[in-house]
Nanobody, 116 residues
């Protein structure tokens, strides 16, 4: 099993980034996928979950209206489009299965830094 996140970077307040998650080693299409964020000195939090075949998407209040999640089951990838980024969005971003169905081994994550 492998989860590989990419696309992070440093942007200014109001900027945009597009994160990608490449999955392998498990039946990707059968499971929902969540994005998690771990800010400096903070616990890892769920920020968005996309259901199988993109059937349902749930966003945390902190990102709703600014972040858009999608998935491509043929490519076994998930994408997180992030707009109007704020300094509080700074952190390491990870993808994984939703906690309720059991987490897989974490990938290395991708760092997002938003400056004011």
């Amino acid at each position: 099993v492998q989860l590989v996140e990419s696309g992070g970077g440093s942007v200014q307040h109001g900027g945009s980034l597009r994160l990608s998650c490449a999955a392998s080693g498990f039946p990707f299409s059968r499971y929902g996928i969540s994005w998690y964020r771990q800010g400096p000195g903070s616990a890892r939090e769920d920020i968005v979950t996309i259901g199988t075949a993109g059937s349902a998407i749930a966003y945390a209040d902190s990102v709703r209206g600014r972040f858009t999640a999608s998935r491509d089951d043929d490519k076994k990838t998930a994408t997180l489009e992030m707009r109007n980024l704020k300094p509080e969005d700074t952190g390491i971003y990870y993808c994984n299965r939703p906690r309720v169905i059991g987490l897989l081994e974490w990938g290395q994550g991708t760092q997002v830094t938003v400056s004011s």
